[in-house]
């Protein structure tokens, strides 16, 4: 039932919705370690000794890497463009809290995956029972930003950084 409240004031406030990633996806831009370096420099390295489990994971954590840094230097740019007023802040902000969620206390800090941390900018209290990581949406509504926390309710927010 929160989960559609959350979907249902998305669609409300006539603002795109976009479905929560479960994690980074992979990128089709880089084939593999052993495609991706010469067969001398795959060599050098001594890549040659890992098994194909051991190199999928390598490959995967490379995927990981590369898509969650290109989340953040993202990030980074468009809140300095935002800083400098070159562009209007986005309208819809999707990430997943940090960590466990147990609810608000009036002065919580949530730190976000993208790097971001907002600040509740209303007083209320609220529990919940405990959701690991829960996925977040932000919309810039009126003069502020109200965050809704999929299993947790929403709260209005400020960006602290």
Do not use: H
Request: proline share 7%; hydrophobic share 40%.
């Amino acid at each position: 039932m929160k989960t559609s409240y959350l979907i249902g004031a998305v669609i409300v406030s006539g603002l795109p919705f976009a479905p929560l990633k479960a994690a980074p996806e992979k990128s089709p831009d880089f084939p593999g370690v052993e495609k991706a370096m010469t067969p001398a420099d795959y060599e050098a390295a001594g890549l040659q000794k890992l098994d194909p489990a051991e190199r999928a994971k390598l490959d995967e954590f490379i995927r990981s890497y590369v898509a969650t840094s290109n989340e953040k230097v993202a990030t980074e740019a468009v809140d300095k463009a935002v800083k400098e007023n070159k562009v209007t802040a986005p309208q819809v902000i999707q990430s997943k809290i940090v960590g466990p969620f147990t609810g608000y206390t009036g002065r919580t800090v949530f730190t976000l995956e993208n790097g971001q941390r907002w600040a509740q900018s209303q007083r209320d209290s609220a529990y919940f029972s405990k959701i690991d990581s829960p996925p977040v949406i932000i919309i810039k509504s009126g003069f502020g930003y109200r965050m809704y926390i999929a299993g947790g309710g929403n709260i209005r927010v400020s960006l602290v950084r």
